[in-house]
């Protein structure tokens, strides 16, 4: 899937990014304060290890993010395959483009384009001190069905709520 908004283009993952990423928030404690299995300790080849190998199955869907006005990459939309009726989905954003709504601009779109195939939902979780990405979800019309209690664990080792959000894209009636 590839697809461009207002602001951004969205194109397919390719290694060639990776050093890109690493650069732009690989190392940033508070871009991964909330990401599960990330580190700040990390040099590129670790990175590249948990880039390459969280997502490393036909399962799996990564993109990228670029600005169109400056073509910088500035963020990642993760995909994954749940089951034949729908999928998962995670984003996140290097700093300087935080709360300034595109991530709201890029997941929107993403949602969207998945209107357009035959899944029945789009499931995305955040942990529950996430504020941003909490907002980010709603904006973009996910419902929060579930909260898992003591789940997640950030990079300084405080756990926290695990936030279970959805989508309907195809409403079943009865």
């Known amino acids: 899937?590839?697809?461009e908004t207002k602001n951004l283009e969205v194109k397919k993952?390719?290694?060639e990014y990776i050093s890109v990423m690493y650069?732009?928030?690989?190392?940033d404690k508070e871009v991964g304060k909330y990401l599960p299995g990330f580190r700040v300790d990390w040099d590129l080849e670790g990175f590249t290890n948990y880039i390459i190998g969280t997502y490393k199955d036909d399962y799996y869907e990564r993109l990228i993010i670029k600005d169109k006005k400056t073509n910088k990459v500035i963020g990642n939309i993760s995909l994954y395959q749940e089951d034949?009726?729908?999928k998962s989905v995670n984003i996140?954003?290097?700093?300087?483009?935080w709360g300034k709504g595109f991530g709201t601009e890029a997941l929107t779109k993403t949602?969207?384009?998945l209107k357009k195939t035959n899944l029945g939902s789009i499931y995305a979780t955040c942990d529950g001190r996430n504020e941003?990405?909490?907002?980010?979800?709603?904006r973009a019309g996910f419902e929060l069905i579930d909260t898992i209690p003591n789940y997640r664990e950030d990079i300084d080792g405080n756990i926290g709520d695990e936030l279970l959000y959805e989508i309907e894209l195809i409403r079943v009636q009865y």
């Open 1 to 3: 899937m590839e697809f």
């Open 13 to 15: 993952f390719i290694p």
């Open 23 to 27: 650069e732009a928030w690989g190392k």
């Open 84 to 86: 034949s009726r729908s």
């Open 92 to 97: 996140w954003l290097i700093k300087d483009y």
């Open 111 to 113: 949602v969207e384009e």
């Open 132 to 138: 941003a990405a909490k907002i980010i979800l709603e």
